[in-house]
Nanobody, 114 residues
Framework: QVQFVDSGGGLVQPGGSLRLSCTAP????????VGWYRQAPGKQRELVAG???????SYRDSVQGRFTISRDYDNNTVNLQMNNLQPEDTAVYYC????????WGQGTQVTVSS
């Protein structure tokens, strides 16, 4: 079973930046539409950003202009650059193919706090 592997989270102060990365051993991510999702405590998991197999990107309104999703073809990863992080961005972040063909990874914790 293919499972995504998420990394790059951490603790950052408001206004700070983090870069998340995900890969999926066994598949070529460039052939799939991939999304970054997040789940805050007590809330439902939500789609934050997506990138299609044709590299068209989309973002939820609350992160537009602050987050950038991209592919690294050499390393078979999908990355999420997050700038100007705010406390409301605190969540566990996951990536997954947008067709949900493969399994969720373990996620990576992002905590934004002073």
């Amino acid at each position: 079973q293919v499972q995504f592997v998420d990394s790059g989270g951490g603790l950052v102060q408001p206004g700070g930046s983090l870069r998340l990365s995900c890969t999926a051993p066994g598949i070529m991510l460039s052939t799939y539409s991939v999304g970054w999702y997040r789940q805050a405590p007590g809330k439902q998991r939500e789609l934050v950003a997506g990138i299609t197999s044709g590299d068209t990107t989309s973002y939820r309104d609350s992160v537009q202009g602050r987050f950038t999703i991209s592919r690294d073809y050499d390393n078979n990863t999908v990355n999420l650059q997050m700038n100007n992080l705010q406390p409301e961005d605190t969540a566990v972040y996951y990536c997954r193919d947008m067709g949900w063909e493969f399994n969720w990874g373990q996620g990576t914790q992002v905590t934004v706090s002073s």
